[in-house]
């Protein structure tokens, strides 16, 4: 008879952990195996990475999920790798090879292709992509051996950087680094310039580098993860305004932070801003608390999204005392 399983006491926790996701793990995989790892109650990524994709994923915790979609918009960096010759029915190396052909282009034929693909782009969505038509994810269809009208969705390729090359041997390829706009299909990318070649290809490597202002270098593996203690792990975690980078910040005091989270617009000196992040006062040697975000007009302070006292507690339960 086996041992019953133990169950995991699970706790608030919030903030944002740079997770670099490993090969073969869904984004979702990655989020559930840090997620227990830290006993958390609520978690949520920022965009998903494909399980043959690796690197760059924020994970959002507790009252950090309320922000998360602001960080689905940002630009993205990738270094990707593009064997030329072959194409594969998904466009990368997972799928069968449904075409071979002799790669002849030149390095100069190479620079001015890419030079097309620079600037705003049409990409029409792989079929294998979560994409929905009609309710139904299109990788879907695609295991079905069912193909549908895809709309063209306009993305932005704002640098494409050839750090690498080979055009003869076994396996030619080019290797790319990649910045682009949110939405951008970098598989559909690399199938394009292959066929704008004449040679056609897949995606063989895929590595997000940077998403928003994280990079690679921030982050932890999820076996390096495994390996802290519990309180180690927690302290990988940053604070919940390390999602708004863009944001103006505003301090308020006691009686106006109380009106400010009950939804109440608050007037100040304060300029134009689109985007505002609201702290309340410092109080016992913590450093101030985020309240929520909103943006100002005409001297009032106008209510975004907001985190509820019960989460404001907790972070203050959990939060460090500041050294002089």
């Excluded at 304060?270 to 040697?285: E, L, M, S, T």
């Amino acid at each position: 008879m086996s041992a019953p399983r133990t169950r995991v006491q699970r706790r608030p926790v919030h903030g944002v952990l740079l997770l670099d996701k490993p090969l073969g793990f869904s984004s979702n995989q990655a989020l559930q195996k840090a997620k227990w790892l830290l006993r958390a109650e609520k978690a949520g990524h920022t965009g998903t990475l494909d399980p043959l994709a690796s690197g760059v994923l924020p994970l959002c915790f507790g009252a950090a999920t309320k922000f998360s979609q602001l960080h689905l918009d940002a630009d993205k960096t990738y270094d990707t790798m593009v064997r030329l010759g072959v194409k594969t029915t998904t466009g990368d190396a997972e799928g069968d090879v449904i075409d071979t052909r002799p790669v002849q282009c030149t390095v100069g034929e190479v620079v001015e292709v890419l030079d097309r693909f620079m600037g705003d782009i049409t990409q029409v969505p792989p079929m294998h992509s979560a994409l929905k038509k009609d309710g139904k994810p299109l990788y879907e269809y695609a295991r079905e051996g069912e193909t549908v009208e895809r709309e063209p969705r306009h993305v932005t390729i704002h640098d494409l950087e050839l750090l690498h090359l080979q055009l003869q041997g076994d396996e030619p390829h080019l290797r790319l680094r990649v910045t682009c706009s949110k939405g951008t299909y970098i598989r559909t990318l690399g199938e394009d310039i292959a066929e704008a070649l004449g040679c056609g290809g897949h995606l063989s490597m895929l590595r997000r580098v940077q998403t928003g202002p994280f990079d690679a270098s921030q982050c932890i593996s999820v076996e390096a993860l495994e390996a802290l203690d519990e309180a180690a792990r927690l302290e990988r975690l940053l604070p919940i305004e390390a999602l708004l980078p863009g944001h103006a910040r505003v301090t308020l005091g006691h009686e106006d932070a109380g009106r400010f989270l009950s939804g109440v617009r608050r007037r100040g000196d304060w300029p134009d801003q689109p985007q505002v992040a609201v702290f309340g006062p410092a109080h016992d040697g913590q450093a101030p608390v985020l309240l929520g975000s909103g943006h100002t007009c005409a001297g009032e302070l106008i209510p975004g999204r907001l985190l509820s006292p019960i989460e404001i507690q907790h972070i203050l339960e959990n939060s460090p005392e500041l050294t002089s």
